[in-house]
C-alpha cells in the first residue's frame, strides 16, 4: 500500500512550492497580521497586507488547490491535495491565501456541482478569483442543528419568489466585508413525509432587504475577525425562485456532498496546526532548564513529545487513507473513515496543543506563540460539521451493519461449542 501515499510529480512540485511561499511570505507576516486584525479601526475590513500577499501566491499560480476539476482548479486528488493543506494549516493565515479557506472551498465545491450556468457565472467565478466571500448559513440558534432534519427556517413560493424567516448562527465568513453570498439552508417542504426531502438550498445575497447582522459571534473571547461567526435574521427575505440549487428537496443532499470534502480539509489542516505545535513544545523545552537540567531531559517531556509523533503520524496516516477511499471508491464508501478522522484529527491536536502550552509555562497562556488561538479554533471542530457524539454514532453503526446477517455462528468460543 505504500505506492499510494506517493506524491505524483505534479503535486509534489505543489507541495514544495507551497512551504517556500509560507516560509518566504507567510510566517515572517504572521504577527503583522494579527496586530492589524485586532487593532485596525474597523475589525471587519479585509486586511491590505493579507490581500498583497494572496495576489504573489496567485500570480505564482497557487490558487484555488483544492478543486480536482483541472478546469477550476489544479486537478488535484484528495489524496494529493492533502500535504498541500497540512502546510496551508499550520498558519491561520495559510489557507486563505491560496483561496482555500473554509466556507468558501466548501460553497465553491457546491457551485461546481449542483450549480446553474447561471448561478455559476454569478458567483462562482468572482469567488474563484477571489474577488468576494461567501457564508455558509446552516446552524440554527432554536434547533439542535447536528440533525440536519431539524433545521427550520422558512422558505415559502409566493409568487415567482422564495420568501425566508427565521434565524440561522455561526453563519462562518459573515462578518467580513468582502461576504457578498450566502448559501442558506432552510424548510420548503416541512410535511413531505421523508424527513430528508423537505430541505432546499437558496443562494442569498448577502444585501437582499431583510437579511440583518444581529451580531458577531466570539469563539472563546476571539471575535476571528475579519472573518467571523454571525448570527443573522432573516424577515421577509425574497429571492427569485431561480435561487435554489439543484431543485426543491434537494439540499439534505447537497449537504451530504458538500461536508465530505470540507470535513477532510479540516482534518488536513489541523494536521498542520498539531505539527507546528509539537514544534513550538520541542523548541521551547530544549531552550528552557529546570532543576539543573534542560526541561526536555525530564521523563514526563521525553513521554509527551513521544505520544505527539505517535498521535500526529497515525492521524495522519487515517487522513491519508480517507482521502485515498475518497479518490478510488467515492465520497459515500468512504464515509465511515470520514467520520473517523473528523473525531481523530481534532482530539489529536487539541491534546498536543495542550502540551504545547504545558511546555511554555506562562507564554503559552498568552498570545505571543498563537497557542491560546490555536486551541480555540481547533476546539470549535470538535462541533463544527457534525459534533463528535454524531460521527462516533455513525462509525458504530456503521461497524455494527457488518455483523447485522452474519450472527454469531462460527464467532463463538471454543468452550461454548463443546
Not at 435561487?243 to 480539509?265: C, D, M, T
Request: proline letters at 5%; hydrophobic letters at 40%.
Amino acid at each position: 500500500m505504500t505506492d499510494i501515499f506517493q506524491l505524483s510529480p505534479k503535486a509534489a512540485d505543489y507541495k514544495a512550492r507551497v512551504e517556500r511561499f509560507m516560509d518566504e511570505h507567510i510566517y515572517p507576516n504572521e504577527a503583522a497580521l494579527f496586530h492589524t486584525a485586532d487593532h485596525q479601526p474597523d475589525r471587519w475590513e479585509p486586511l491590505a497586507l493579507l490581500q498583497e500577499i494572496k495576489e504573489k501566491a496567485k500570480a505564482q499560480g497557487l490558487w484555488n488547490l483544492f478543486l480536482p476539476d483541472s478546469e477550476h482548479g489544479a486537478g488535484l486528488t484528495n489524496l494529493e491535495y492533502a500535504p498541500l493543506a497540512e502546510a496551508m494549516g499550520r498558519s491561520h493565515w495559510g489557507p486563505e491565501v491560496f483561496n482555500c479557506s473554509a466556507p468558501d472551498t466548501g460553497n465553491m465545491e457546491v457551485l461546481v456541482r449542483y450549480g446553474s450556468e447561471a448561478q455559476k457565472e454569478r458567483w462562482l467565478k468572482p469567488l474563484l478569483a477571489g474577488e468576494i466571500r461567501s457564508g455558509f448559513a446552516m446552524t440554527e440558534p432554536d434547533a439542535a442543528s447536528s440533525d440536519a432534519t431539524n433545521i427550520a427556517i422558512s422558505i415559502k413560493k409566493d409568487g415567482g419568489d422564495y420568501v425566508i424567516n427565521g434565524r440561522k448562527w455561526w453563519t462562518s465568513g459573515a462578518g467580513d466585508k468582502r461576504c457578498k453570498i450566502l448559501i442558506l439552508m432552510g424548510k420548503t417542504d416541512p410535511d413531505n413525509p421523508d424527513p430528508h426531502k423537505q430541505q432546499s438550498m437558496l443562494l442569498v445575497p448577502v444585501d437582499t432587504p431583510g437579511v440583518v447582522k444581529e451580531r458577531m459571534l466570539p469563539v472563546f473571547g476571539y471575535l476571528d475577525a475579519p472573518h467571523g461567526h454571525g448570527e443573522l435574521s432573516f424577515t421577509n427575505v425574497r429571492v427569485p425562485q431561480d435561487s435554489v440549487l439543484l431543485g426543491e428537496g434537494r439540499g439534505f443532499e447537497i449537504a451530504q456532498g458538500r461536508l465530505g470534502p470540507g470535513r477532510i480539509h479540516h482534518c488536513m489542516r489541523t494536521i498542520g496546526r498539531a505539527e507546528r505545535a509539537l514544534e513550538r513544545m520541542c523548541v521551547r523545552l530544549q531552550a528552557r532548564t529546570a532543576f539543573g537540567k534542560r526541561i526536555a531531559e525530564h521523563s514526563v517531556w521525553l513521554e509527551r513529545i513521544a505520544e505527539s509523533r505517535m498521535m500526529i503520524d497515525q492521524a495522519r496516516l487515517l487522513t491519508l487513507k480517507a482521502a485515498h477511499m475518497m479518490d478510488t471508491v467515492g465520497n459515500k464508501a468512504a464515509r465511515a473513515e470520514i467520520a473517523m478522522i473528523k473525531v481523530v484529527a481534532p482530539n489529536m491536536a487539541l491534546k498536543v496543543i495542550d502540551w504545547a502550552i504545558q511546555a511554555h509555562g506562562g507564554a503559552g497562556i498568552c498570545d505571543d506563540f498563537g497557542l491560546p488561538y490555536d486551541y480555540a479554533w481547533i476546539r470549535c471542530l470538535r462541533i463544527a460539521d457534525g459534533p463528535d457524539e454524531v460521527h462516533r454514532n455513525q462509525i458504530a453503526k456503521l461497524e455494527l451493519r457488518k455483523y447485522r446477517d452474519r450472527g454469531m455462528q462460527g464467532h463463538n468460543s471454543r468452550r461454548a461449542s463443546e
